[in-house]
Nanobody
């Protein structure tokens, strides 16, 4: 089983910065995509930033130029540097990781795809 834990959220004034971190642990064989989503109050969850195995990135239009996603494959971590924060960035930020996990079953080694979410971390930007 793969666990994902986010940290780094908090309360910040508009124009400020926060850095979110996400760590994956468990029986991970390999990691494919890593991404940050957010859910603003009363709205649906949306993709904020995505980074592929090769390092290519994709951002929500409203955060381009302000947010930067990065990953540390060796530590199984991803980060989201958020600068020039705006009140509309307020929400719960979730980390999502996909990959392959490895485990033993009946004496055989099993490789199985996974997609795991963290519990979320609250980001609040005051005006």
């Amino acid at each position: 089983q793969v666990q994902v834990v986010e940290s780094g959220g908090g309360l910040v004034q508009a124009g400020g910065s926060l850095r979110l971190s996400c760590t994956a642990s468990g029986s991970i064989f390999s990691i494919n995509t890593m991404a940050w989503y957010r859910q603003p109050p009363g709205k649906q969850r949306e993709l904020v930033a995505h980074i592929s195995t090769g390092g290519s990135t994709k951002y929500l239009d409203s955060v381009k130029g302000r947010f930067t996603i990065s990953r540390d494959n060796a530590k199984k971590m991803i980060f989201l540097q958020m600068n020039n924060l705006k009140p509309e960035d307020t929400g719960i930020y979730y980390c999502n990781i996909t990959g392959v996990e490895r485990f033993l079953e009946g004496g055989a080694t099993i490789l199985q795809g996974f997609g795991s979410w963290g519990q979320g971390t609250q980001v609040t930007v005051s005006s």
